[in-house]
């Protein structure tokens, strides 16, 4: 069965620092990746994904990802971060057919001012 | 205003007795899932719909049931079964049981088993 990793729990970051999320996925065939964002209090939400094409996918508030297909990885990046981006990061693989996710554990992101 | 509502936000029960958990979509979506989200696991699985009267077991199935007798409902039953319900519920939808279709997820039930 597939599954997803990543290896950061949490973090904390000052504002302007530059983020990278790692995401690490197992499974050999073709899969679709996702990064999910869960804001306090709020809905979990799509930031962005991939299905193929360009391996640097761009999604909202300023995040990118990359498929490195070697790598099994789909690590989530932002330049410079904000008080607002503090929140749950989750990783999502979908494998085969159907549109059944394997989340990976999540990375809980603080954001100090 | 469309999207996905849960009910309630937060829900007591006692050891032993089953709980029903609401979830509901006006966005006219065949495919709905539920998930469950433990601390430092992420979400899991639990029982996903593609169209109504149908549903198959996710990862995590036993101890829940589900019913979809309506396109816009699908409620997830806690049962005695379940060795640790204590957990956040969160219900998803999506157009069709597709990859290219993206998942939309409610608000999410708190559920504490006393």
């Known amino acids: 069965a597939q599954s997803v990793s990543q290896h950061n729990h949490h973090v904390i970051l000052s504002e302007a620092a530059s983020l990278e999320l790692g995401c690490n996925y197992s499974y050999g065939g073709t899969v679709n990746l996702f990064w999910y964002v869960q804001y306090p209090g709020q809905h979990l939400q799509l930031l962005l994904k991939y299905f193929s094409g360009d391996p640097l996918v761009k999604g909202i508030k300023g995040f990118e990802a990359e498929f490195i297909k070697s790598k099994f990885s789909f690590n989530l990046r932002k330049p410079s971060v904000q008080w607002s981006d503090t929140a749950e990061y989750f990783c999502?693989?979908?494998?085969?057919?159907?549109?059944?996710?394997?989340f990976g554990t999540g990375t809980q992101l603080k954001v100090e001012l | 205003d469309g999207g996905i509502t849960q009910s309630p936000k937060y829900l007591f029960r006692k050891e032993g007795q089953n709980v029903t958990l609401s979830c509901e979509q006006n966005?006219?979506?065949?495919?709905m899932y539920w998930y469950r989200q433990d601390p430092g696991q992420g979400l899991r699985l639990i029982y996903y719909s593609h169209i109504v009267n149908d549903f198959q077991k996710g990862d995590i199935a036993e101890g829940y049931s589900v019913s979809r007798e309506k396109k816009e409902s699908f409620p997830l039953t806690v049962t005695s079964a379940q060795k640790n319900p204590t957990a956040f519920y969160l219900c998803?939808?999506?157009?069709?049981?597709?990859?290219?279709?993206?998942?939309?997820f409610g608000p999410g039930t708190r559920l504490t088993v006393l």
């Open positions: 998803a939808s999506s157009i069709q049981e597709s990859a290219y279709n993206e998942q939309f």
């Open positions: 966005l006219n979506h065949d495919a």
């Open positions: 999502a693989v979908r494998t085969g057919g159907g549109n059944k996710l394997t």
